[in-house]
């Protein structure tokens, strides 16, 4: 998480919240982790009759036992708390009589029990009250209920739009961080064969650092996270929920998903097959849901994790990196595949079925590339970097300074390639192929990519690593390192992998790519670690010719930036393009659309647009980050 978000507008709202966290859980209960496969409550005849509690709780974010977090929670009746709360699932058209009691020394507002056509007030729930409410499910969808001690929504403290009116509490970042539930509305028919999953968040330390985040997938932190199994070909149907008061990149490898629908947390859009999106990177905004489904058709493991680092992080571990310094100060041990990641990461098992074939081996002879990684001296106007030097196989090494960020990797469609990552670092590294459907050995993730009996290994100062792909879709995607050390990737570890269709050749007059980075982690001062496009804080002028159709490749590779946005500007009007591709898949006819020059381009999200310009004149490129009003602009001459 961003600390300077924090730090600027939430400092006094958290000072009481992180404090009233730091309770002793001793004389609380423990809350269990909730995966989401059971109903809570007794539906007989088309009638729902649900029970909830809010109660303290001890919340576990790793391994039962170890260290704990006093938090809010939702529990049924005589059972233990749960994280998230008990699962609403239900089909549309049901009536629901809930009664809600709050055993908690603070009135709550809840919000999320209704029937999602017209949103209605909070129910307010004051200290020992009992309420109840009744309602009929009238929308099929993915959709959540909540608490909180204002009676602000998710959505709004997400966006931090009424930051200054909220009162002096401990709010939905710290104890009451964990007071959200899913809330499941299915069709009249539909056979409830998905898993629901829900992110939180808790934060800490905003006054007196350090600063702190848990960062949860339905109430576990990785490695502790539920561990998914699935065998080729078998359709795998997910709900991910994010209550939580961030927005998430929820990014998948080795496969491409669809996206069933997209909500957030009050209406539910289901998509029309045609308009479904395929990708393998989703925005989700603080209080969107998303639906998707895919099918595997490789076998070895695989993560599923938000790309933003700051929830990725070793640092979000709590066993090695303790709340307190005096407690829980063992070294993590025993769990091998962890891998210095922690936070929101989902690791998913793809087996054989007694069907499946082995893949046909390509009788052509692969092409040789090697991927030198390196580092870049210290300069006068520069700190030394890390970056990436391509070469064919056959070519002598040569030793010239990576440029930054990393030239073209361009391959062909069909075409096989064995690329030799070469590591001349003084420290361990690994290369990530973003987007590619490759075999899951060669995928990426050191201790964790492949499987019994192979497991990817890291590549160690001096070794080397033998990346064998054949790519099946042309497309943009992105070549980066997935060693879980955000210096790597701010340090220049990042480059554009194109991949063309046989017979084309990339031309850089006509293909444009621009890479959206930081010169450093963002935090906690971004004047420290600037926002920059194709390397640079400042981009040289770009020229293009009038009538000439150009395609416009755009990747965001940079650390937290979840919202940063692309516009192509005339004056202060976007000028209009024609949208191509997301994230490597070409967009059928129906998505194609010529629009406005305005794109959302998330953190591990590539967009590909065809522009021709129309009439001579300026244009202005610019990249904004919304939230922290930064802004990187490159002039455009159309001649």
């Known amino acids: 998480m961003r600390r300077r978000l924090l ?44 029970h909830l509690e809010l109660v303290d709780a001890t919340w576990y974010p790793e391994q039962e036992g170890g260290p704990s977090i006093h938090v809010y929670a939702f529990a049924e009746p005589g059972r233990a708390p749960q994280i998230p709360g008990p699962l609403i699932r239900i089909p549309q058209g049901t009536e629901v009589h809930a009664s809600l009691h709050n055993s908690l020394p603070v009135t709550v507002f809840v919000r999320g029990l209704d029937s999602h056509d017209t949103p209605p ?53 710290g104890i009451e961080s964990q007071l959200v539930g899913g809330f499941i509305v299915d069709a009249p028919g539909s056979v409830a064969d998905d898993r629901v999953f829900i992110i939180t968040l808790w934060v800490r330390g905003v006054i007196t650092p350090p600063f702190r985040e848990v960062a949860a ?118 769990m091998d595949d962890a891998q210095g990641m922690g936070g929101l990461i989902l690791g998913i098992t793809v ?62 469609r069909g075409e ?14 690994a290369v990530h192929w973003h987007g590619i459907e490759l075999e899951s050995y060669y995928d990426g993730v050191p201790g964790w990519s492949g499987g019994s009996p192979q497991v990817m290994p890291e590549i160690p100062p001096g070794g080397t690593f033998l990346a064998r792909m054949t790519p099946p879709r042309a497309g943009t995607f992105i070549y980066h390192t997935h060693w879980h050390d955000v210096a790597q990737l701010t340090s220049g570890l990042y480059g554009p992998l194109i991949v063309m269709e046989p017979g084309q050749k990339f031309d850089p007059d006509l293909d444009k790519t621009f890479i959206i980075s930081r010169a450093g982690p963002d935090e906690p001062d971004e004047s420290e670690s600037p926002l920059l496009l194709n390397g640079t804080p400042q981009p040289p002028p770009m020229v293009l010719k009038l009538g000439t159709k150009y ?42 659309t010529s629009r406005p020059a305005n794109q959302l381009v998330t953190v591990g999200e590539t967009y590909d647009f065809e522009f021709v310009p129309e009439h001579p004149g300026e244009l202005t490129l610019q990249v904004t980050l919304p939230f922290l009003k930064i802004t990187i602009s490159q002039s455009v001459t159309v001649r």
Not at 358 to 377: E, F, H, I, M, W
Not at 423 to 428: G, K, V
């Open 7 to 50: 730090s600027t507008v939430l400092v006094a709202f958290l000072a009481l919240g992180a404090r009233a966290s730091e309770a002793n859980p001793s004389a609380v209960p423990a809350a269990h982790a909730n995966d989401n496969r059971v109903a809570a409550g007794e539906l007989k005849r088309g009638v729902l009759s649900l």
């Open 416 to 429: 096989p390639v064995e690329i030799l990552v070469v590591n001349q670092l003084q420290e361990a590294t």
């Open 551 to 592: 395609r416009l490749r755009f990747i965001n590779i940079s650390t937290n930036d979840s919202d940063a946005t692309v516009s192509l500007l005339a004056g202060a009007k976007p000028v209009l393009w024609q949208a191509v591709a997301k994230d490597g898949w070409t967009l059928p006819a129906v998505q194609a």
């Open 121 to 173: 007030e909070p129910l307010r729930i004051a200290a020992g009250e009992t309420v109840e409410v009744h309602f009929t499910a009238k929308s099929p969808g993915t959709y959540y209920y909540y608490a909180r001690t204002t009676k602000d929504s998710t959505r709004e403290i997400g966006k931090l739009s009424i930051v200054d009116e909220l009162p002096m509490g401990e709010g939905p970042f």
């Open 217 to 334: 997938i339905n109430g576990k932190a990785w490695p502790y996270t539920e561990r998914l199994s699935y065998r080729i070909g078998e359709t795998a149907r997910w709900r991910v929920l994010n209550p939580s008061f961030s927005d998430h990149a929820m990014h998948l490898h080795g496969f491409f998903y669809r996206v069933d629908s997209l909500g957030d947390g009050e209406r539910d859009q289901i998509f029309p097959p045609e308009q479904a999106l395929n990708e393998v990177t989703q925005h989700l905004a603080s209080g969107a849901t998303m639906a998707l489904s895919w099918t595997p058709q490789r076998v070895g493991r695989w993560i599923f994790h938000c790309h933003m680092t700051g929830h990725m992080s070793p640092d979000l571990s709590l066993t090695s990196h303790p709340l307190e310094p005096s407690a829980h100060s063992a070294a993590h041990t025993g």
């Open 351 to 412: 087996s054989s079925t007694a069907e499946s074939q082995p893949a046909n081996k390509s009788a052509v002879t692969p092409r040789q590339l090697r991927l030198y990684v390196r580092g870049k001296p210290a300069t006068r106007s520069s700190p030394s970097r890390m970056g990436y030097l391509i070469q064919q196989g056959g070519d002598k090494e040569n030793s010239d300074p990576p440029p930054i960020p990393g030239a073209p990797l361009v391959l062909t």
